[in-house]
């Protein structure tokens, strides 16, 4: 009988180890959908039942408790949500109108006790303020401790003066059955009969986000690239969560936000190609309208921890550098709508000289890609052919990117490229509901070799328009775009010119 393949024999250790541990399903939108399991031993009647150590971050009303075998079913009478764990604040709170001990400490290190009455004890718990102002709020008002939500500082009678602080460490009697030291969920389950069963524990938690980054690595000359992708995890839920299965969501799935209200049959496939080594690598599918990256092995996440971890590497990626010189600064008429511009005379006569520079290459498999890229950071570096090193050369953001579409990014201006525009002509309506508008661009090549420089324009008067007159062919971009493509030898200037008729009969 043949061994089996050191492949199978991993993938039955992986899923062996992610049966004993979390599952998670990370949003980029800062909240998570967290699995878990717990062993409950019912019997006839009611079972109070506890599950300690959820996060501090959990949406109550998302929570499902169920047999994922499908065998019992959980008639839940109650189910309640402690978060208000154990902090000096809270106990202070707890005995406020009491008298309790404080622990004092001399210079010379002796210790002895003072009682005091706490009068005020100036805490008001903020664990819910994920829920009720969003998770950012509520992480910093984390770190201001336990006295903060403006309620003020302590106040303490001791031998009957008030202190507005405390006159030393508090002393506090042994803790309670009722308290809790971690967030806990608690139920009251129905069970007809008695039944042992490990149950699955799903909810809906705030404080948990990813972001997708790429840095691009050129050469000093050239149109090819190298793209290493990282997905960065943080973890801000108050909770660790050890040997993790972790998958990512990405796309925009609608999450009804406190603050701000908003609104495949594709198989497995490899996110880049499979080295010799064969390492276990990030896999990514379609899933309904967004797209599921799974990380391959299980992971410990810990709490307010940034985990990284590589899911997309290309080399030798072609990715031309587009030059773009979009003249009219328009700036000064945002918001403005057909019939105002119409009425303008001095529209898009404000000239902007930069000369934009943008790298645009296609995300397909023959390109070495064609995977799904997930919202994200881009950082463009190029190699200095003089000592191998890399430079920084600008960065962006990409939105969300389906395989075989195109990327173009914007990563800075041109220095030795200028841009010149300016009106020529201008006759206004006369009468017969026309106008025209005459343009001179010039463009400025300093560099020393040749370049191709698309020319930007815009006809933004009205939605009637024809160029009557052209010193260069152009493509129509869109319904009021068009675009000249001039290519500008070294150290000369092109000049392009056009003139254009509005209609609006």
Known sequence: MSNPHPFVVAAALTAALAAQGPALTIYNQN????????????????????FVGVTTHLEPDSVVLRDPSGKVTLAVLEQNYRADTISQGLMLSRYEG????????????????????????GYQPNYGAGQRYGNQFAMRQSALGDYSNGAGSPIVEVGGKLRFSLPGQPLFPALTDDAVLMPTLEWRIHANEAAKLDAE???????????????????EHGDTMDIVGWVTIDN???????????????????????????????MWDALSAVPESRAPEVTE??????????????????????KQVEFVRATGVKAKTIYVYNGASLRN????????????????????????????????QTNGLGLPLPRGKTR?????????????????????????????????????????????DYVGDNGNRQMEEEFEIRVRNRKAEPVEVRIAEGLYRWVNWKVIQKSHEFLKTDAQSIEFRV??????????TYRVRYNWQ
């Open 31 to 50: 909240f998570a959908v967290v699995r878990d399991r717990m062993t409950l031993d019912l019997k006839p009647g009611a079972n109070d039942v506890q």
């Open 285 to 306: 599918k379609a899933f309904d309208e967004f797209h599921l990256y799974s990380l391959p092995l299980p992971t410990t996440l810990r709490d307010r921890q940034q």
């Open 201 to 219: 524990v799903s909810y809906v938690t705030g404080g948990m986000s990813w972001d997708a980054s790429y840095n691009l690595i050129a050469p």
């Open 98 to 121: 009491k008298e309790i001990e404080f622990l004092v400490m001399d210079r010379d290190g002796r210790e002895s006790t003072v009682r005091g009455k706490v009068i005020r004890s």
């Open 333 to 364: 008429y945002r918001g403005w709508n057909l019939d105002a511009i119409r009425n303008q005379p001095e529209y898009g006569t404000e000239s902007n000289p930069k000369v934009w520079v943008m790298r645009e290459f296609e995300n397909s």
């Open 380 to 424: 463009f570096y190029r190699r200095d052919d003089a000592d191998g090193r890399l430079e920084f050369t600008g960065e962006n953001l990409i939105d969300h990117t389906p395989r075989d579409e195109r990327v173009r990014i914007y990563t800075g201006d041109a220095f030795d490229l200028v841009g010149e525009r300016k009106r020529t």
């Open 487 to 496: 290519q500008v030898p070294a150290n000369t200037e092109q000049v392009v």
């Open 236 to 266: 801000q839920s108050g909770k660790v969560f050890p040997q993790a299965t972790i998958k990512l969501m990405a796309g925009d799935v609608n999450k009804i936000d406190p603050n701000q209200p908003r609104g495949g049959p594709e």
